[in-house]
């Protein structure tokens, strides 16, 4: 995995955590057991009944040990989607112990 990361670091990354939480930034490092370092963060936060808000973070860690998703994100198509339409459910967390 971590030869996946090292092309990711500088590029803007999505990380979904256990807890169903949705990170959006630019991978600045990792370590050995993938505790990420995120800058210039934000995190979606999503809404059946609203638009996606997004709240900013800037420079954020994010432990190995919670991350269930890391996926390169495409700068020009994120662009042009218009968050404040976007509605759905946000993700429920996953146990642990159950992967």
């Keep these: 995995m971590s030869s996946t990361l090292e092309s990711y670091v500088n590029r803007p990354v999505s990380v979904i955590t256990s807890d169903g939480r949705n990170f959006i930034g630019t991978l600045k490092g990792f370590d050995q057991t993938i ?3 995120l800058d210039e963060t934000h995190e ?3 809404s059946a009944s609203q638009g996606v808000e997004q709240v900013v973070l800037g420079l954020h860690i994010v432990r190995g040990d919670n991350i269930c ?6 700068e020009e198509i994120d662009q042009r989607l218009d968050l404040s339409n976007i509605k759905a459910d946000p993700l429920n967390p996953i146990p642990h112990g159950i992967v």
């Design 69 to 74: 998703v890391v996926g390169e994100i495409d």
């Design 44 to 46: 979606r936060v999503f």
């Design 35 to 37: 505790n990420l370092i």
